[in-house]
């Protein structure tokens, strides 16, 4: 999973910023259970702000962070080694703003060719508008956009494991 720039200064301005945030903890709280891997970025943080206080007190034990002053992560020559080191084909990418730096992001990684999907309630922007056409985007250039209740879903694989008792909570 990667989380791009859910900081302090920035997080207030976006319209969906609650759904954002709930969305995003409930995302992390299953990396933690599943033992995903789970990278977080800011983009300059010294003039934006850290990640959010709520989120920071939440990351999944082994949480990569990735600082960053470009758009797209993948401009950023660590990310691709944080990524490239969890294994993994494919990447779940959330944040803000879903019209500049995750879809930089997500349009970066699917050139690479990874698979990518979008969490479509765990992103946003300061204008709605803006973050739909940035969803209809990713999903054009290949992407799947899916909710974080179906990503969490399809990450744990079938029900009556500990871990599906676990997260089941955060549903309800």
Same mark, same amino acid.
């Given at each position: 999973m990667v989380m791009v720039d859910i900081q302090e200064r920035l997080l207030p301005a976006i319209s969906n910023a609650d759904e954002v !945030?709930?969305? /995003?903890? !409930?995302l992390m709280r299953a990396a933690e259970v599943l033992g995903a891997p789970f990278i977080y970025t800011?983009?300059?943080p010294k003039g934006l702000g850290p990640t959010d206080g709520g989120l920071l007190a939440s990351l999944p034990e082994g949480a990569l962070y990735l600082e960053k002053n470009t758009f797209s992560?993948?401009?950023?020559e660590d990310f691709g080694k944080l990524l490239d080191g969890t294994g993994r084909p494919a990447a779940i990418v959330f944040g803000i703003e879903s019209h500049i730096c995750v879809l930089a992001t997500v349009l970066d990684l699917l050139e690479t060719g990874r698979k990518v999907a979008v969490v479509s309630d765990a992103c946003g922007s300061r204008d709605p508008l803006k973050s739909d056409r940035a969803m209809a985007a990713m999903t054009a250039a290949g992407a799947l /956009? %899916?909710?974080a209740?179906? %990503?969490?879903?399809?990450l744990m694989g079938k029900s009556g494991t500990a871990e599906f008792k676990e997260l089941l909570p955060l549903f309800k």
């Amino acid at each position: 999973m990667v989380m791009v720039d859910i900081q302090e200064r920035l997080l207030p301005a976006i319209s969906n910023a609650d759904e954002v !945030k709930q969305n /995003a903890l !409930k995302l992390m709280r299953a990396a933690e259970v599943l033992g995903a891997p789970f990278i977080y970025t800011e983009q300059y943080p010294k003039g934006l702000g850290p990640t959010d206080g709520g989120l920071l007190a939440s990351l999944p034990e082994g949480a990569l962070y990735l600082e960053k002053n470009t758009f797209s992560c993948c401009d950023e020559e660590d990310f691709g080694k944080l990524l490239d080191g969890t294994g993994r084909p494919a990447a779940i990418v959330f944040g803000i703003e879903s019209h500049i730096c995750v879809l930089a992001t997500v349009l970066d990684l699917l050139e690479t060719g990874r698979k990518v999907a979008v969490v479509s309630d765990a992103c946003g922007s300061r204008d709605p508008l803006k973050s739909d056409r940035a969803m209809a985007a990713m999903t054009a250039a290949g992407a799947l /956009a %899916v909710p974080a209740e179906t %990503v969490i879903y399809h990450l744990m694989g079938k029900s009556g494991t500990a871990e599906f008792k676990e997260l089941l909570p955060l549903f309800k």
